[in-house]
């Protein structure tokens, strides 16, 4: 941390101290300013961007593939800069076969690295099928989950159980892997388009191309005596009926499960939805301006989920409140306006991060306007205070 980022993190304490954390996230909403674009090498769209929310002690980590490069940022200790922790290409080895990348997704790493100082490990997979674990402490691949016959499209692991990390490939396939053990838990063909896993480990739920959701058990090693992906309807999945209505009327393109048992989803034609997983029924919904055809945008949330950001086929990102599906800001594109392919927001609603066009990434940052000085009493209204100090002097 530099000079600049201690000064920063002191102002922050003081200012939740005054105004409380709620009330200064959501100020820090309502004052984003572009203050850094980042361009990677790879000069193509970045397919994914996520930050780290399953450890709370690396939750400055972002992570952003994009053609053959893995490329990791520390968001959070340089002020307005963003450092580039490591960066490794998917070239093919002796012992991988390489090509595009296309998701990622951090794990909950515990107990999958003995390095001395703590790690975190990133899962990325993409055109040929092949998974890899990278260690960010070690900065290299130390596990391959190898089954897949075609790309694999989506990633989710499992926030709250160590290790433990669905995929989906394009052809449907769908498979659970234990990633300690290296091993396959589950495989199954389904018509997903999209899916995640819950914080526990022990549900897994896929949006359909006809807007469907569909419910699996997962049976995890050492709890099950099966090995048999299920549904409490069978082996098919469940169709998850809501409450509130029917699910997407569009293909599914995101979820993501939030804390307090919700679980987010979005559709093509940018109708979001959060949902109460147990109760089955509808939170909040709210639909994304120019959402449609080409606007396929992986959304972000904060770590605790209060907060939603999700992007237009224009470029422009908008943030919304996960219980009332309020929308909280709206930031428009610079120079660049192009589909926004994945954006993240860290924690504290400081940092607003966009991938859009041709490699870029750009880093939006609350910037709260210094408060003006009072004017002395007795001077005109609307006098230039510093000026008329200025021509005081002899």
């Not at 090509?99 to 794990?107: K, M, R, S, V």
């Not at 990133?122 to 260690?135: P, R």
């Not at 739920?205 to 090995?227: F, W």
């Not at 995101?254 to 559709?267: E, M, V």
């Amino acid at each position: 941390m530099n000079n600049e980022a201690e000064y920063r993190y002191r102002e922050q304490k003081a200012a939740i101290a005054e105004l409380g954390e709620d009330d200064y996230r959501v100020r820090n909403l309502q004052n984003f300013k572009l203050k850094a674009v980042i361009k990677e090498s790879h000069v193509s769209p970045v397919q994914a961007l996520e930050f780290n929310l399953c450890d709370a002690s690396c939750r400055n980590l972002v992570a952003c593939v994009g053609k053959d490069l893995v490329t990791l940022y520390d968001d959070g200790h340089l002020s307005e800069f963003v450092a580039v922790v490591a960066q490794l290409s998917n070239r093919k080895t002796a012992h991988s076969k390489g090509g595009d990348i296309y998701t990622c997704a951090w794990l909950n790493s515990e107990g999958l690295t003995q390095h001395p100082h703590g790690d975190a490990c990133l899962a990325v997979a993409g055109a040929e099928g092949e998974i890899s674990v990278i260690s960010v402490a070690e900065c290299r691949v130390t596990c391959m989950l190898q089954g897949h016959a075609s790309a694999v499209v989506d990633l989710s692991a499992a926030a709250e159980q160590p290790g433990i990390l669905a995929s989906l490939a394009k052809d449907g396939t769908l498979k659970v892997w234990d990633v300690a053990r290296e091993t396959c838990l589950a495989t199954h063909a389904t018509d997903a388009a999209c899916l995640a896993i819950h914080p526990t480990g022990r549900w897994l739920v896929t949006g359909s191309k006809r807007g469907t959701l569909k419910l699996y058990h997962i049976p995890l090693p050492g709890r099950d005596s099966t090995v048999q992906l299920q549904a409490p309807s069978g082996p098919n999945g469940q169709v998850i009926k809501m409450k509130s209505g029917t699910s997407h009327g569009d293909t599914v393109d995101c979820l993501r499960f939030l804390p307090g048992g919700r679980l987010a989803s979005k559709s093509g034609d940018g109708t979001m939805n959060v949902w109460d997983f147990d109760a089955r029924s509808v939170i909040s919904s709210w639909k994304v301006p120019s959402g449609g055809m080409g606007a396929r945008c992986a959304f972000g949330s904060t770590a605790d989920g209060r907060f939603i950001c999700v992007g237009n086929s224009q470029g422009h990102v908008y943030i919304y409140d996960s219980s009332s599906g309020a929308r909280m800001t709206h930031v428009a594109p610079g120079k660049v306006s192009a589909p926004v392919r994945a954006c993240g927001l860290s924690q504290d609603c400081r940092h607003l991060l966009v991938a859009m066009g041709q490699g870029f990434i750009f880093r939006h940052e609350a910037c709260i306007p210094a408060p003006k000085a009072e004017a002395p009493a007795g001077a005109p209204e609307g006098a230039d205070v510093e000026m008329q100090a200025a021509d005081s002097e002899p």
